[in-house]
Structure formats: C-alpha cells, structure tokens
C-alpha cells in the first residue's frame, strides 16, 4: 500500500489539503513576493475519493484581496486512470487565507 493512502486504497485527505495549501501559497505570491503564511482553510469539502493512479490537478483562484491577506479558493479534479472517459472529476475543494509577513512573522501589508 502507497504511504499516502488509507486501507480503502484513497488517497488520505492531509495529503490533499497539504497540495491545496501550497496551491493557495503560489497563487497569493502573485500579490506579494515575500512571506506568505496560512492562516485559515475554510470551507473544505472532500466530494469524491482520489485513488492510486489517479491524475490529480489543483487550480487556484484569488477570492478577496485585503490589505495584509488574499483569500483564495482552491478546486481540486481528477482524472481517472482506467476511466473510459477522459473527465475531470470535482473531488475537493476549499477556501484558503494567506497573510504576508515580515521576518518576526508579524502581518505586513501586501506588496502587489
């Protein structure tokens, strides 16, 4: 068994919200090139399984843009290894914060 799954042969959810959670991290450096922290994953719903051999793809979009931090919601899809149809299946989604931070890891204003 592949060291990220569970005895159901899925993929267990951490792994899922770790990718999520560097998503969220790339899309929030496109408004400040610095520190990013997470702060808040909200709104996490895992609606299908993913399982070995499944193509797994993450889109990241900003949500709100606030002084010191981006709201970002994160879609998660997959692709079937042995599916007949090439369809992207919805599995997880969430909504991530980032807030930027200076080197005392204090909030810091957004330098778009």
Do not use: C
Not at 36 to 64: C, L, N, R, W
Request: charged residues 20%; proline residues 4%.
């Amino acid at each position: 068994m592949p060291k990220d799954t569970n005895a159901l042969g899925t993929i267990f959810g951490g792994v899922i919200l770790s990718q999520i959670d560097q998503a969220a991290a790339i899309e929030a450096h496109k408004y400040h090139k610095g520190a990013v922290v997470t702060v808040a994953m909200d709104e996490i719903e895992f609606k299908q399984p993913v399982f070995v051999g499944d193509v797994v793809s993450y889109y990241a979009s900003t949500h709100k843009l606030g002084r010191t931090s981006v709201t970002i919601d994160v879609h998660v899809f997959a692709q079937r290894q042995f599916a007949e149809e090439d369809d992207f299946i919805p599995v997880t989604e969430a909504r991530a914060v980032m807030v930027a931070v200076d080197e005392n890891n204090k909030p810091i204003a957004l330098n778009k």
